[in-house]
């Protein structure tokens, strides 16, 4: 691949960097105090770009209106041109310059929004995070309006970890940011072979820095980071060398990459997947038998043991290869000396979904089209449809009489869509005492009884833990939706008492899930261990709110192989008649 053949490349922006500028603009609008409608419909527009599936800049190039999108006037559908042509929108360019340029940063906090972001800005005078962690300090912030003392208390908290140092990304993020890079290596004839490394390739469920690893002929590594460098989507060039290239991507993304001689593959692919604490253990272990272990590979002194494959590396060692999920130092070398490390759940051993959403809630498409490409394009054995109970008004929630208009359709859909076990559900909601927002009399007719808090974030430890704890007596439940209640990058969880759950789901009988969505996957990978160690059963489901988001499932069988989940300790692997067997022994009624 030749620097002029990289530079012939199509320019290719993802939906992700078209939606941030759109999602920027109604930030900075809703900061300025502008119009409510016109902070909405850019998020709104945000939405939309985000929802598609295939790239809007690729098929604006090919003749498509974006105008024809929903909700895209002829203002909005001119800067999707624009930034189809330039990669950049200069009205909102301008925007960014009407205020402090530090306000923006103070977004990065769980709980302050824009709207609170403009309080601070008018009432105090804050515009960046120095004079934020000043004002709170001196406890002005808990006299605003909407803020008070545990606002206040929350943001110093924030402002005194770790939470700032370093910017993580959900997994989709890195994914797209990285994927024009992958495409453009994987038509270079002079690349032999590359595979992300790093956190991601760990499965974490945020991800800072890419790690990309190339292997080629030394002559051949100068034209392919000259080709890297040269791409549409690199923002900046921190590094650029024949042996590593870093750049920043139109997405803030740095990306790191490296290229190694073929037959250093298995080393530098070992070393740059880390972890850091794994590979601390390991180098240790060298050192005890007076080997040297770097991204080169495995030596006793000047001698290579190994280096091609990461399997021979461990071998030499006696170890049975972990997955690089496992890779934490949390157990993986004791079981890999027994050679009893756990086959972990795979995608192939996914079934069905038991938690998603249509039209007759929140959720983008109807029962019947999203059940369709569940079971056409993902193969799904069965189904729940599982929608919002009435509390959740924001989200169209079902009350009692819908609820029954459901079950009658699902029936239809049974006969109109086969090939695919349908069930009943609903996803229902935690009062603050405990109780659910609909009576057992319609609990009792659905197959699956999600339980779930949406709301009243805010109470005690003890309050919360025992609301969750109440609410899973209930007789009809079949599992805990998203049992932390998190939004990863934009809120903590509410304060519960998790082992305590999982501990009483193990009593009840009932399941916890593992929500697939990357803004949630909850439970995280420890205590889904801890679920599965106690012997409480794991349901993984995407919550979709189209079929679009069944592609979320990869982030969340990634999160269970992190949590060491089997595919034995996860319903989702059931065929349905031990399915329906187990869901009927959540049952206590």
């Not at 920027?24 to 902070?39: M, T």
């Not at 921190?238 to 590593?244: F, I």
């Not at 949406?454 to 003890?462: I, P, T």
């Amino acid at each position: 691949m030749t620097l002029q053949r990289a530079e012939s490349i199509k320019m290719e922006h993802s939906n992700a960097a078209l939606a941030r500028q759109f999602e920027q603009a109604a930030d900075i609008l809703e900061i300025l105090g502008e119009n409510p409608f016109r902070v909405r419909a850019y998020r709104n527009a945000a939405r939309v770009i985000n929802d598609q599936p295939q790239p809007i800049t690729d098929r604006v190039r090919e003749g498509f209106d974006p105008a024809d999108l929903p909700g895209i006037g002829a203002d909005l559908a001119d800067k999707i041109r624009e930034f189809t042509t330039t990669g950049h929108i200069a009205w909102i360019d301008d925007l960014r310059t009407q205020i402090p340029a530090g306000l923006l940063e103070l977004l990065r906090l769980p709980g302050v929004g824009p709207k609170k972001v403009r309080a601070l800005w008018q009432e105090l005078g804050i515009t960046d995070l120095d004079g934020l962690r000043a004002a709170a300090e001196a406890q002005k912030i808990q006299a605003l309006p909407g803020f008070g003392k545990k606002t206040e208390q929350n943001i110093l908290k924030a402002l005194s970890s770790d939470f700032l140092q370093e910017r993580r990304f959900l997994r989709p993020v890195g994914k797209q940011a990285v994927a024009p890079f992958l495409e453009l290596l994987a038509a270079m004839d002079t690349v032999d072979r590359f595979e992300i490394a790093g956190s991601y390739r760990r499965g974490r469920e945020t991800v800072g820095d890419i790690d990309v690893i190339i292997t080629a002929r030394e002559t051949d590594a100068p034209a392919i980071m000259d080709a890297l460098v040269a791409h549409p989507s690199v923002q900046d060039v921190l590094v650029h060398g024949p042996g590593k290239t870093s750049v920043v991507t139109e997405l803030d993304i740095q990306i790191d990459f490296r290229v190694v001689a073929p037959e250093s593959w298995g080393a530098a692919l070992l070393y740059f997947t880390g972890s850091k604490a794994h590979n601390i253990v390991l180098r240790d272990r060298a050192r005890n038998r007076g080997w040297k272990l770097n991204e080169f590979g495995l030596f006793d002194g000047k001698q290579c043991i190994a280096s091609k494959t990461e399997a021979e590396i461990y071998d030499a060692f006696g170890l049975e290869t972990p997955p690089p999920e496992l890779r934490e130092n949390r157990g993986e070398f004791e079981a890999a000396e027994q050679h009893n490390l756990p086959r972990l759940i795979c995608i192939e051993d996914y079934r069905g979904n038991l938690h998603a959403h249509s039209t007759w809630s929140d959720g983008k498409q109807t029962l019947h089209d999203i059940i369709t490409a569940a079971r056409d394009e993902f193969h799904y054995s069965y189904w729940a449809a599982t929608d919002h109970s009435k509390s959740l008004t924001v989200a169209n929630g079902l009350d009692e009489d819908r609820v029954l208009q459901q079950i009658d359709e699902i029936a239809k859909l049974r006969e109109t869509v086969p090939g695919i076990e349908i069930l009943t559900g609903i996803e229902c909601d935690i009062l603050e005492d405990g109780t659910l927002d609909l009576p057992d009399e319609i609990l009792s007719r659905l197959d699956v009884v999600i339980i779930a808090i949406h709301s009243k974030f805010n109470l005690s430890r003890k309050a919360q833990t025992e609301r969750m704890l109440r609410a899973m007596d209930n007789p009809w439940i079949t599992f805990v939706a998203h049992p932390t209640g998190r939004l990863l990058t934009r809120r903590e969880g509410y304060a519960i008492d998790i082992e305590r759950v999982i501990r009483h789901a193990a009593e009840r009988g009932c399941f916890l899930e593992l929500n697939a969505s990357p803004w949630r996957l909850d439970l995280n990978d420890i205590y889904c261990r801890e679920a599965a160690a106690a012997g409480v059963p794991i349901t993984i489901n995407t919550d979709a709110h189209h079929s679009r988001d069944l592609n979320n499932l990869e982030h969340g069988i990634a999160q269970a192989r992190r949590g060491w989940l089997r595919a034995d300790q996860v319903i989702n692997t059931l065929p349905v008649p031990q399915l329906r067997d187990a869901i009927r022994r959540t049952k206590l009624a």
